[in-house]
């Protein structure tokens, strides 16, 4: 699969913002789908995730309450949504496709496909 994230942008902190991750080439469904993110110099961080049969969705500590992670299969697209965004928030976030099982999804060394990413600032 083949990944296509798009979504970020400058806000101030307490605004929102949508991030969408488009599938070529397979669908998303067939994976796990996560969110990871990185800021210079420290490791990517993951934020959530969604199970590829879309029965159930994980959050970082960080990101519970505040990010939805759902999925479009029509459009073959995962999104995640921020809300309350806080300059913690700041980084490039990359969407991945994970083929293993549920239980490793908070890992990202488990994925196995990644976008290019998308930029976040959040600004106070």
């Known amino acids: 699969v083949q990944l296509q994230a798009f979504g970020g942008g400058l806000v101030q902190a307490g605004g929102s913002l949508r991030l969408s991750c488009r599938g070529s080439?397979?669908?998303?469904?067939?994976?796990?789908m996560g969110w990871i993110r990185q800021v210079p110099g420290k490791e990517r961080e993951f934020v959530a995730a969604i199970r590829r049969s879309g029965s159930a969705t994980l959050y970082a500590d960080s990101a519970k309450g505040r990010f939805t992670i759902s999925r479009v299969g029509m459009v073959n697209t995962v999104y995640l949504q921020m809300n309350s965004l806080e300059p913690e928030d700041t980084g490039v976030y990359y969407c991945?496709?994970?083929?293993?099982?549920?239980?490793?999804?908070?890992?990202?060394?488990?994925?196995?496909?990644w976008g290019q990413g998308t930029v976040v600032t959040v600004s106070s």
């Open positions: 080439e397979d669908k998303v469904s067939n994976y796990n």
């Open positions: 991945a496709a994970d083929r293993g099982l549920w239980n490793r999804a908070s890992e990202p060394i488990e994925y196995d496909y």
